[in-house]
Each structure stands twice: as structure tokens, then as C-alpha cells.
């Protein structure tokens, strides 16, 4: 007979944790609705004890964290990109426009637009997550986005360097 070591919580449970969390994250997003970047940098002073005088990097704060990221993990940073952005071309290659003619004067079809601009999120809280970095803003940019915008948690006081690297690299 088999022994559970661990269950899962009951639906009701769940249910009930799930409204909680859909209730505060409701109220965060109104905050930010009516107060806009003030109503940020407040929740990343509570959640992060982190208030930059801006949220975006300059160049010269993405060169300096570029440049605290040691040579082999840029040079992984690199290759891991090449490797995504070599597979996402190979897979835009399958996507084909189509447009047929079914009957006199019937044209249907479809094209494979990209949308002109996106938001990346880069985990790393804790553990700087860079894959993220490479999975989003590097097949973003295959796909022809023009305009990509990404962001991170900070990590002990400020952006994590191999992140912003990531970022960096990918096209961000």
C-alpha cells in the first residue's frame, strides 16, 4: 500500500489562499494604476529596502555591472545566446505567410507579424535566473520586436551584473 508523504492541500484551501493572493495583487496593480512610478518605488522600498534615484540604467551603470561579471561567464552568457538565437531563427524559417484563393475573388490567409514592442521579466530574487533573459528578449528579438524593455528584482542592493549582462547582450 502506498504512503503519502506529503499531500496537496485541499481545493477549499487552495481556493481560499488563491483569493487572497488575487485580492492583494488587485490592490497592488490599482495602487500602480492611480499612483503610477510613485506607487513603485514605494512597493520596491518595502518589498527590496531598494530606491535608486531611477529604475532604468544609464549605459554607464549597465557598462560598470557588464564589467563585474567574470570573462567565462559572459563568454557562457554568449554561447548559451547563440545557441537560443540560432534555434529561434531556425523555427521563424517554419512560420510562412500564407494567403490562397479559395474562390473567385476569396482570398484568405494569415502573416506572421511581430508585436512592435515587449516587457521582459528576469527572475532573480535570489538566484539570478539569465536563461530568462535569453528565452525572452533574445527570441524577441529574432522574431523582429522592435522596442523590448526589460526588468529584474534587484539583488543585494542593486541590479545583479550577470543579469544585466544577459539583458545587455540579448538586445534589451
Not at 500564407?98 to 506572421?112: A, F, K, S
Not at 508585436?115 to 525572452?136: E, Q
Request: aromatic letters at 6%; charged letters at 25%.
Amino acid at each position: 500500500m502506498a504512503r503519502y508523504l506529503k499531500t496537496g492541500k485541499a481545493a477549499a484551501e487552495l481556493a481560499e489562499s488563491d483569493a487572497k493572493v488575487r485580492t492583494t495583487v488587485e490592490g497592488i496593480l490599482a495602487d500602480i494604476e492611480e499612483r503610477g512610478d510613485a506607487a513603485v518605488r514605494e512597493l520596491s522600498e518595502k518589498f527590496d529596502a531598494w530606491s535608486p534615484p531611477s529604475f532604468r540604467l544609464t549605459t554607464e551603470e549597465i557598462q560598470t555591472a557588464v564589467s563585474q561579471v567574470p570573462d567565462q561567464d559572459l563568454e557562457d552568457i554568449r554561447f548559451a545566446q547563440a545557441q537560443v538565437r540560432n534555434f529561434a531563427e531556425k523555427q521563424k524559417e517554419c512560420l510562412k505567410d500564407l494567403e490562397i484563393e479559395t474562390l473567385p475573388g476569396v482570398v484568405l490567409g494569415h502573416r506572421n507579424i511581430p508585436v512592435d514592442s515587449i516587457g521582459c521579466y528576469v527572475p532573480g530574487g535570489k538566484y539570478p535566473m539569465v536563461a530568462s533573459a535569453h528565452m525572452s528578449i533574445v527570441t524577441a528579438k529574432v522574431a523582429g520586436v522592435k522596442h523590448i524593455t526589460a526588468t529584474a528584482p534587484p539583488h543585494a542592493g542593486g541590479p545583479h551584473p550577470a543579469i544585466v549582462a544577459a539583458m545587455y547582450y540579448g538586445g534589451a
